[in-house]
């Protein structure tokens, strides 16, 4: 009878591997005491593999956000005339929170190590303003026939934004536990209630009483012919 021999365990991909051990060492030794020779040395690799997959140190930690980007730029031009242009804005920030959600560990490690380093909150904000910057210019090619469009997709893009940081921060300082997805309903709900497109006349099921009266005709005849008109089925 042959013995079965096990696998050797699989390593993880040289990206996964840089990230690892940049956080390891973050952890251990702090964000600034880290260099980038120390985390491709626990890596096991060269400097010129850390470089091929992030520009700066500061990139391994926010090491999804290009793919994310495009991601949802993508969405956006993928869009259509019938798209309700700020709905389709609140669709899109959406695939930012599933980028945090699908590893809460992980983000909530990177917040956490984020609010320890100055550098690292002026790297995120420049982040989230590129997110803003297309959700923008999504807008302002939808938006560009109104009066004041480019204000407008400035404003929501804005809007959108902060409603979808404002659920994340709630969510990570959790520490990924809270309901993200109820808080992410209820912000960019308030921002569609505030700058979403009204429905339509056609959308609305109120009636409409119009009441015509000759000039001269006595109040409380207007008020009872109101009220007659409003008592019909």
Known sequence: ???KTEAAPTKPPMRDALIAAAFQLFTERGYEQTTV?????LAGVGRRSFFRYFPSKEDVVFPDHEGCLADV?????AGDDADEPVQRVCDA???VLRMYTENPAFSVQRYRLTKQVPGLRAYELSVVWRYERAFADYLRGRLAGRRDGAL??????????AAHNNALRSWLRSDGEADVSTEMDHALGYVGSAFGT??????HTEDLVVLVSRRGVPLWRVVREIEATLGED
């Not at 020779?37 to 040395?41: M, P």
């Not at 730029?73 to 031009?77: G, H, V, Y």
């Not at 407008?152 to 934004?161: I, M, Y």
């Open 152 to 161: 407008q997709a400035d404003v929501v893009a804005a809007a959108v934004a």
């Open 73 to 77: 730029t993508a969405f956006l031009a």
């Open 198 to 203: 009204p429905p339509s006349d056609a959308e």
């Open 37 to 41: 020779d120390d985390i491709v040395s």
């Open 93 to 95: 920030v959406r695939l």
């Open 1 to 3: 009878m042959s013995e």
